[in-house]
């Protein structure tokens, strides 16, 4: 599984966009990018995924480049119950199963 | 929308005791997983179990630790032992398997809280 690169921290405020991105300079072919979204005593959730360009869906949009080598989650309008850990995997899953390989992730704080 | 139950949420044991920490996966999904997490650290892979039999497991999932899916719904993780340092977050987590063009996301349950006393 490639290895990924994501700041440790991020502030913001009520109703901004926040953007959080990812490097993955090591992604394969095969691989594809998921985020996942964990808030204290609380399992993972997914929230997206993709392989190339761009992906929306009713609570992100995941820009990846051409070169596919970063990607960025987009969060519009976030809400202080956005705070929470934020988690980018990259990895092909081929055989059916896989494991995902957590690395420190994002730490998301939204202010008043 | 269909979720991975986890049972108990908070389990405290002595040390040495056996403990075994109970999941219902998504009903269609074939493949399962635990994962641990302690304290302030990272989500950190156990096992993947798929057709009843393990599929991978890490490092940390030595001979004390067993899965088991007794039944068409449930699916167990039993350490034998228990040490001190098994108290973390255990997360189970399901997925219906490769899709055709994408790969389907794992769910997780909320996890146990297991403390060793």
């Known amino acids: 599984l490639a290895k990924t690169t994501q700041p440790i921290s991020m502030d913001s405020y009520e109703g901004q966009e926040v953007n959080i991105t990812c490097s993955h300079n090591n992604i394969a072919t095969n691989d594809y990018i998921t985020w996942y979204q964990q808030f204290p005593s609380q399992g993972p959730r997914f929230i997206i995924q993709g392989y190339k360009t761009k992906v929306t869906n009713e609570v992100a949009s995941l820009f990846i480049p051409a070169d596919r080598k970063s990607s960025t989650l987009s969060l519009p309008r976030v809400s202080l119950s956005d705070t929470a850990v934020y988690y980018c995997?990259?990895?092909?899953?081929?055989?059916?199963?896989?494991?995902?390989?957590f690395g420190a992730g994002t730490r998301l704080a939204v202010h008043p | 929308e269909p979720e991975v139950t986890q049972t108990p949420s908070h389990q405290v044991t002595q040390m040495g005791q056996e403990v075994i920490l109970r999941c219902v996966p998504i009903?269609?999904?074939?493949?399962f997983y635990w994962y641990r997490q302690i304290l302030g650290q990272k989500v950190e892979f156990l096992v993947s179990?798929?057709?009843?039999?393990?599929?991978?497991k890490s490092e940390i999932f030595d001979d004390q630790f067993s899965v088991e899916r007794p039944d068409g719904s449930n699916f167990t993780l039993k350490i034998r032992s228990t040490k001190l340092e098994d108290s973390a977050m255990y997360f189970c987590a399901s997925t219906q398997g490769q899709g055709l063009r994408s790969n389907q996301p794992q769910h997780f349950g909320d996890g146990t809280r297991l403390s060793i006393l």
């Open positions: 179990f798929y057709n009843n039999e393990i599929s991978e």
């Open positions: 995997l990259v990895g092909a899953f081929s055989g059916g199963y896989n494991k995902l390989i």
């Open positions: 009903s269609n999904h074939l493949y």
